[in-house]
């Protein structure tokens, strides 16, 4: 992440933080005020944009637990494809036994 995001990352939690709107303005505004001057003003109106609309401290509260929700299916799943799997597994080597049986190789 480059010093530009960063600065602009800090500058929108502080807005949200003091329940103000995100805007460009206030972005350049604190990164003057913090006397940060290697960003351009196209990042505060990325940020500004990106975070147009929605709830900072709800998407800050909320990055836990959707990972969460979203691991438990996949683990319940997994847990019940591997049995197939094995299954599958066990005919192929059926197969192949069955090929050798009948006199039939690779090298033959």
């Given at each position: ?44 109106t990325i940020?500004?944009?990106a975070l ?8 800050l509260t ?47």
């Open positions: 992440m480059s010093t530009a995001e960063l600065a602009c990352s800090y500058a929108a939690l502080i807005l949200a933080d003091d329940g103000l709107e995100i805007s460009a303005d206030k972005i350049q505004t604190i990164l003057g005020a913090a006397k940060v001057q290697e960003v351009e003003p196209i990042w505060a940020f500004a944009k147009e609309g929605k709830d900072v401290k709800e998407l909320n990055v836990g637990s959707a990972g969460a929700a979203s691991a438990a299916p996949a683990a319940a799943t997994g847990g019940a494809a591997a049995p197939a799997e094995e299954k599958k597994e066990e005919k192929e080597e059926d197969k192949e036994e069955s090929d050798e049986d009948m006199g039939f190789g690779l090298f033959d």
